[in-house]
């Protein structure tokens, strides 16, 4: 498994917004992505961010799908990291359904 940590560029919220369909569409036609939501600022209502938990074997994937995300072909992203990680303890239960 990989986690994603993408960080939006400063001022970028309407960017983002933008995008929001299109990057959310993306995620849900993978089922690779085990759980997914957006980084909040201290302010709890501002997004500002993105992480994924993506079940792939390679870190050549884990680049890939980010380069095919629409917030990242939009410019959204400041920074993004990319980390193997290994899933130890706890459910990953979507909290939509």
Known sequence: ??????????????????????????VLGHDTVKTAGPFMSDDG???????????VESRAEAEAF??????????????????RWAHLIGGLEDPNS
């Open 45 to 55: 209502d501002t997004m500002i961010g993105t992480l994924l938990v993506l079940n």
């Open 1 to 26: 498994m990989y986690v994603i940590m993408a960080f939006d560029k400063p001022d970028s919220e309407a960017l983002r917004l933008d995008n929001r369909g299109d990057h959310v569409a993306y």
């Open 66 to 83: 980010v380069a095919d995300d629409p917030y990242n072909k939009a410019g959204l992203f400041a920074q993004v990291e990319i980390r």
